[in-house]
C-alpha cells in the first residue's frame, strides 16, 4: 500500500485508495464502514498516463459522485470519475489544479504524510478493540517454548478415554483421488486449457513481466499468414470489460487462403 489516501464518503461510507507500483497502470480502492472491516480490494486498469501516482479521491455529495485524481512520473494529472467505486469513466488529462491533495504532515514515532478527521467515540473504542485484539494475536504468534514453564504452570493431567467402533467402520471409495495445480508461469497456457492455446484472450501485457520483455503483450504467440491478409488487437468494442482485448481480421477476397498460426514456448 504505497500513499494511501482516505475520505469519509457516501453514507459516511470509509473509501481508501492507494498506488501500487511505480509502473502499473493501475489503483486499489478499499471502503469500510468503522475503519476496522474493510471490503476485498479492488485494481481498476486505467489507460493514461505513464503510470499512477500519489492517487487521491474525493466524493461530490450534490452529484453522488467519486472523482479520483492521480499523477505520473511524467508530472501529468489525469481524472476519472465513479458512483459505484467498481465502473469508471474514460480517464481524462487536466490540469496540475485539479490535483488537491489536502495530506497533513504528522509526526508521531515517524514523520509521514497522512489525512486528519474527526471521528465518533463509537469508532474509537471500535479501533481500539480491534489493536488490543490483534496485539493479543501477535503475542500467541510469538510464543515458544521458552514460555512454556509460565504458560502451562497451571496445567494438569488429562485422562482420556477412547472407544473404538469398527462396526461402524465407513469404507472409502476407491475412485477417490486428489490433485493439486498452481498456474505459475503460464503453465496451463497449452497444456490444462482445452483449446491447447498460448494467450487465448489476447490479455498478454508488459506488465505481466515488469517491462522486462516488450514482445510479451496482446499479440504475443500468434502469427498471421496469408496474401494481403491482416490481423490487429483492438480493445474500442470488446465483448466484455473483464476481456477488452481482442482479435480483428481483414481479409480483402475470400479467394485468397490465410492462416493463423499459434506459437506454443
Not at 508521531?108 to 473504542?125: C, D, E, F, T, Y
Request: glycine share 4%; proline share 6%; with cysteine.
Amino acid at each position: 500500500m504505497i500513499t494511501p489516501f482516505l475520505i469519509q464518503g457516501k453514507d459516511g461510507l470509509w473509501v481508501c485508495i492507494w498506488s501500487l507500483n511505480d509502473h502499473t497502470l493501475q489503483f486499489a480502492t478499499s471502503s469500510s464502514k468503522d475503519l476496522v472491516s474493510w471490503s476485498p480490494q479492488n485494481y481498476p486498469y486505467v489507460k493514461q498516463g505513464k503510470n499512477v501516482l500519489r492517487p487521491i479521491i474525493k466524493y461530490d455529495g450534490n452529484l453522488d459522485e467519486y472523482t479520483v485524481t492521480y499523477a505520473d512520473a511524467n508530472e501529468k494529472y489525469f481524472q476519472t470519475k465513479t458512483k459505484d467505486l467498481n465502473h469508471y469513466s474514460p480517464v481524462k488529462e487536466v490540469p496540475a489544479s485539479a490535483y488537491r491533495n489536502g495530506s497533513t504532515l504528522a509526526n508521531l514515532s515517524n514523520a509521514g504524510n497522512g489525512q486528519m478527521h474527526r471521528l465518533p467515540w463509537k469508532v474509537i473504542l471500535g479501533l481500539k478493540k480491534a489493536y488490543e485484539l490483534k496485539d493479543y494475536k501477535n503475542k500467541q504468534d510469538r510464543e515458544t517454548t521458552k514460555d512454556d514453564a509460565q504458560r502451562f504452570a497451571g496445567l494438569k493431567n488429562v485422562e482420556a478415554k477412547i472407544t473404538f467402533q469398527p462396526n461402524k467402520a465407513k469404507a472409502i471409495s476407491n475412485m477417490l483421488t486428489g490433485v493439486f495445480f498452481e498456474d505459475l508461469n503460464y503453465a496451463a497456457d497449452g497444456g490444462l486449457y482445452a483449446e491447447l492455446i498460448q494467450n487465448r484472450d489476447f490479455e498478454y501485457h508488459p506488465r505481466d513481466k515488469e517491462y522486462n520483455d516488450q514482445n510479451w503483450n496482446s499479440s504475443y504467440a500468434w502469427i498471421l499468414k496469408g496474401d494481403r491478409a491482416t490481423m490487429k488487437i483492438d480493445s474500442i468494442s470488446p465483448i466484455h470489460p473483464n476481456n477488452p482485448h481482442y482479435a480483428v481480421l481483414d481479409i480483402p477476397s475470400p479467394e485468397h487462403p490465410f492462416l493463423i498460426v499459434v506459437l506454443m514456448e
